[in-house]
Nanobody, 121 residues
Framework: QVQLVESGGGLVQPGGSLGLSCAAS????????MGWYRQAPGRQHELVAV???????NYPNSVKGRFTISRDNAANTGYLQMNSLKPKDTAVYYC???????????????WGQGTQVTVSS
């Protein structure tokens, strides 16, 4: 019913920037919270950013001040702008959205396919 398609991953040098996009499509009635998670080999899933439908944001200390999450509700799209990237940021990044579908009930979590971000010189 709903698909999240990520784009924007790639290779970047330390100190560089990268922007990720997450486009939702399907029978969408409304999107509640959206977020970005990452997972590196040997590491647990880590929440890196969350944004509510009202635009409130939250970040863990590991990315605070460097990453910015935003959304375009008209386009059903979320974004993650990553600046001052460090090698420790290397991971597969997944977008997440709580989506209420047309004709359905409460929101359901959907996940993007993941996109690789590699920070290396």
């Amino acid at each position: 019913q709903v698909q999240l398609v990520e784009s924007g991953g790639g290779l970047v040098q330390p100190g560089g920037s990268l922007g990720l996009s997450c486009a939702a499509s399907g029978s969408i009635f409304s999107i509640y919270n959206m977020g970005w998670y990452r997972q590196a080999p040997g590491r647990q899933h880590e929440l890196v950013a969350v944004i509510t439908s009202g635009g409130s944001t939250n970040y863990p200390n590991s990315v605070k001040g460097r990453f910015t999450i935003s959304r375009d509700n008209a386009a059903n799209t979320g974004y993650l702008q990553m600046n001052s990237l460090k090698p420790k940021d290397t991971a597969v990044y997944y977008c997440n959205a709580a989506v209420a579908v047309v004709g359905g009930g409460g929101p359901i979590d959907y996940w993007g396919q993941g996109t690789q971000v590699t920070v290396s010189s």
